[in-house]
């Protein structure tokens, strides 16, 4: 695991510094901040490619068992995400400011979980279990890039009556980050469909029923529910601007405690293997 952990720790230390790159960047306007920022962001998600290849390679399945591996992978997901929107809109490398510091938080996090390798039991060997977990890192990590968009909106916002020349000037549009933190919370939406949908199913080729109202299959349905309650305001009643960049902040939070924190507390068939 040695291996492992080297570019773990690598991966890590490459997020803190494309960190600091990014936040100097916003802040003083400096064009090789940013790109120190986007060489380090491509260089740590590099670098953490190679430390997840080398786990799955060693445990003989991929990173969605313990805490540890789900954060980890997470994490890994919203940088490649953020990597990838950058590349298409380069007026999004700010974002990087506060989407690559949640990213190392997270990586760090997971370091406060057991890094024992755990085999996979039979009953989570399945196709199925693959689309459950691909899907799942994919809403977590575009609602968590959203959340830095509604971060930035509300400065914006708060702060449009201030000096032209401040690091605000230098972010996006307030239209442009509602606009799209709303296409990320809707495409994290959508991903959130497919993970228990899929999720359904593989419980029902491995348990027999699709919907046991397990503590994790409850408290997903939940975070579904408020990401509906959220598209449909935004739809029906127009919520746009502070009300949509607050609801999105919060039901993230909440997202984060449904997933990560209640397992630790509650059991259930999922609790059992992020925990035990």
């Known amino acids: 695991?040695?291996?492992?952990?080297?570019?773990?720790?690598?991966?890590?230390?490459?997020?803190?510094?494309?960190?600091?790159?990014?936040?100097?960047?916003?802040?003083?306007?400096?064009?090789?901040?940013?790109?120190?920022?986007r060489s380090l962001a491509v260089t740590g998600l590099i670098l953490?490619?190679?430390?997840?290849?080398?786990?799955?390679?060693?445990?003989?399945?991929?990173?969605?068992?313990?805490?540890?591996?789900?954060?980890?992978s997470t994490a890994?997901?919203?940088?490649?995400?953020?990597?990838?929107?950058?590349?298409?809109?380069?007026?999004?490398?700010?974002?990087?400011?506060?989407?690559?510091?949640?990213?190392?938080?997270?990586?760090?996090?997971?370091?406060?979980?057991?890094?024992?390798?755990?085999s996979l039991p039979p009953t989570l060997r399945s196709a199925w279990l693959l689309v459950h977990v691909?899907?799942?890192?994919?809403?977590?990590?575009?609602?968590?890039?959203?959340?830095?968009?509604?971060?930035?909106?509300?400065f914006k916002q708060t702060y449009r009556n201030g000096d032209s020349k401040n690091f605000l000037a230098r972010l996006p549009s307030t239209a442009v980050l509602d606009d799209y933190g709303y296409r990320l919370v809707v495409f994290g939406f959508i991903c959130l469909t497919v993970m228990i949908i899929s999720g359904a199913i593989w419980a029902n080729n491995s348990w027999g029923q699709y919907w046991s109202w397990d503590s994790a299959q409850t408290w997903s349905l939940v975070v579904w529910l408020v990401y509906g309650l959220f598209l449909h305001g935004r739809i029906t009643f127009h919520w746009q601007g502070s009300i949509s960049a607050w609801y999105v902040i919060v039901a993230f939070f909440f997202s984060l405690v449904a997933f990560f924190v209640l397992p630790y507390f509650i059991k259930g068939l999922h609790s059992q293997y992020m925990v035990g």
């Open 1 to 37: 695991m040695m291996g492992e952990f080297l570019f773990y720790w690598l991966a890590l230390a490459a997020y803190v510094a494309s960190s600091i790159g990014f936040i100097g960047g916003l802040a003083f306007n400096k064009q090789n901040c940013k790109m120190f920022g």
């Open 48 to 72: 953490h490619s190679l430390a997840l290849a080398v786990r799955w390679y060693q445990v003989g399945h991929g990173p969605y068992i313990s805490t540890y591996e789900i954060l980890s």
């Open 76 to 118: 890994w997901m919203a940088v490649l995400l953020f990597v990838l929107l950058e590349w298409r809109q380069r007026n999004f490398t700010n974002l990087g400011a506060l989407t690559l510091p949640l990213a190392f938080l997270m990586m760090g996090f997971a370091l406060l979980g057991s890094r024992e390798a755990k």
């Open 134 to 154: 691909v899907f799942a890192k994919l809403a977590v990590a575009a609602l968590l890039v959203a959340v830095a968009m509604a971060v930035f909106f509300l």
